[in-house]
């Protein structure tokens, strides 16, 4: 019996991929209108690299990090802005531009009047998922907040399903993952999870996760209520990928 239901937060909820290259280049043209570079796609481009090199656990390759900051402003040359003041300027622009599917709350109180636990699980920063949180009023439709930066562990390590396992009192064959990855999110199934593949903000290259990918049980083209009135039953039933 499936008793819990678990999503992850960008590329699943949040269309991150947009964000980050959005916000992005909106510092850069700040930069340049602050005078401090020149051309604003050396910027992009080097600022790009650098995160996109970035493997360091517990960072937020959409949230940004100061180190992105520093390394992309040593390779352009920056001069009279402070890399914190271009990440908190970038941060601000991420929290302005995050945005929720309508959709989505509804479909979690549904799962909840069926009497499911809901829950989110993120390779992320804490204060990036809580400013998320209260940007799109989502918390009191969840039952659990698990944050890789807050409990020491990440995705695809089983032990961060298993902690959020058990702040959701279900066992790994009582629930699911749904998330957009088939290593970080895949690896619910190493923990008895059903993983369920979500294909809306899914992007080819987006992912800094290493390890074995999962084929997904179920597939899913959004996290809405008609979705997931449509894959519950075949969870509850144990059936295959579809």
Request: negative net charge; contains cysteine; charged residues 30%.
């Amino acid at each position: 019996m499936l008793k819990a239901c678990l999503f992850d937060l960008g590329n699943t909820l949040s269309d991150d991929t947009r964000l980050l290259a959005a916000s992005r280049a909106d510092v850069a043209g700040w930069l340049s209108g602050r005078g401090a570079i020149g051309e604003t796609e050396e910027f992009v481009s080097a600022y790009t690299k650098v995160h996109e090199s970035c493997r360091a656990p517990f960072i937020s390759h959409t949230f940004g990090e100061l180190i992105f900051f520093e390394e992309a402003f040593q390779r352009c040359g920056v001069r009279g802005v402070e890399p914190s003041e271009a990440l908190a300027w970038y941060r601000g622009r991420i929290e302005e531009r995050t945005e929720l599917d309508p959709e989505v709350p509804a479909a979690f109180a549904w799962l909840r009047e069926r009497g499911l636990r809901v829950g989110l699980l993120s390779n992320e920063r804490t204060e990036r998922v809580d400013r998320f949180l209260e940007r799109t009023r989502l918390r009191p439709c969840l039952d659990v907040v698990v944050v890789s930066e807050a409990v020491g562990v990440q995705k695809p390590d089983g032990r961060i399903f298993s902690i959020a396992l058990g702040r959701l009192g279900a066992a790994g064959s009582e629930a699911a993952m749904f998330g957009d990855s088939e290593v970080a999110d895949g690896a619910c199934r190493t923990v008895g999870m059903r993983f369920v593949l979500v294909k809306r903000f899914r992007r080819a290259g987006w992912g800094w996760d290493e390890g074995e990918r999962f084929e997904p049980d179920l597939e899913v083209e959004r996290v809405d209520r008609r979705e997931l009135e449509r894959v519950l039953p075949l969870l509850e039933r144990g059936a295959g990928r579809g």
